[in-house]
């Protein structure tokens, strides 16, 4: 079965002033097929939502470079015409933040219809039934009242569904979830999370999570992409990863990670921070930051290695030379 998506060596540049760019995407790949949850994990900084952005072309100042093949076309080539066509209908995002993701100032049953009108081409009498049954597809009680309600009128539980409602509006083969319960508490992030997933089952979407949180991805995805200050540093399916994350980042990230059984226990943390784009070091990204640097990991950024359908950077994986001791 063919890819939804397909993304091969993107590269997003931004101004860094005097004539200088920097890459805060650097030559990443992957592949999302129908049906499937792919997430992207990693700390705040490491391209997760920039790769999102670059997608939906919603970065006019980055110069993004490489190919991203959407249902045979190259989202990157797009123009923006063309583009208009595909965002919000073919593909589609829930933004992190509902408040801001939407509209103040208007009712939210128009905001679901607006889109319905423009991608659908229906009249607004049939965009504002249609919002009725899509609020309902998205449990949101008694929909047809809420359909004249205000984004602050609604709990942020609410106004993330009335989101997701949106994004669905269209029917897209692809949703990507920026962070999209990070705002929200354990209990409706729980809701969200199960809405999703069978919203995904219900439509035949494929979905691409990004997000910080191994727990909620533990839950809903099928594959894992571990980026770093911009790179893909691992890959596995979902079961592999946790049993055995194969990067020395991933199993600090898996090490940070409040567990039941650990209460009064201080969490873990990764000393250090993520490197700047603009002051990256010469070798391995994660080396400043890595318990188990060796000199040869401050020579060259270490090549992405793929073998048994994983994919990791790092020179002491799968190298004699360098094997980390027993």
């Known amino acids: 079965m063919a890819d939804v998506l397909d993304v091969q060596e993107l590269t997003v540049r931004f101004p860094a002033g005097r004539g200088r760019w920097v890459s805060a995407v650097d030559g990443l790949g992957f592949h999302v097929r129908p049906r499937e949850t792919l997430a992207i994990v990693g700390e705040s900084g490491c391209g997760k939502s920039v790769t999102a952005l670059a997608l939906l072309g919603l970065l006019p100042t980055a110069r993004v470079s490489g190919q991203a093949v959407f249902r045979g076309q190259d989202l990157l080539a797009l123009d923006d015409r063309a583009m208009g066509r595909v965002r919000g209908r073919q593909l589609a995002i829930i933004f992190q933040d509902p408040l801001t993701a939407l509209n103040p100032v208007l009712p939210v049953g128009t905001q679901i219809a607006e889109s319905l009108v423009r991608h659908e081409g229906l009249s607004w009498r049939a965009a504002r039934a249609r919002a009725v049954e899509l609020l309902a597809l998205v449990r949101i009680p008694d929909p047809a009242r809420r359909l004249d309600d205000y984004p602050h009128q609604l709990s942020g539980g609410m106004r993330q569904r009335v989101v997701i409602a949106i994004a669905l509006a269209a029917g ?16 409706v992030q729980a809701q969200i999370l199960k809405l999703l997933a069978s919203l995904q089952v219900e439509l035949g979407m494929a979905l691409l999570i990004i997000s910080h949180d191994l727990g909620m991805v533990a839950e809903i995805a099928d594959r894992v992409l571990v980026m770093y200050a911009g790179r893909k540093v691992e890959e596995q399916a979902i079961g592999p990863f946790f049993r055995t994350p194969l990067h020395p980042y991933s199993r600090d990230l898996m090490a940070a990670r409040p567990l039941a059984g ?25 080396a400043p930051r890595c318990s188990r640097r060796i000199a040869a990991c401050d020579r060259a950024p270490p090549p992405l290695v793929v073998a048994d359908g994983t994919e990791v950077a790092c020179i002491r994986v799968g190298s004699p030379a360098v094997a980390e001791p027993a």
């Open 172 to 187: 897209p083969a692809l949703l990507i979830a920026d962070e999209a319960t990070t705002a929200l508490d354990v209990t």
């Open 262 to 286: 650990r209460r009064g226990e201080m969490l873990r943390e990764i000393p250090g921070l993520v490197p700047s784009p603009a002051a990256m070091p010469p070798g391995c990204a994660y």
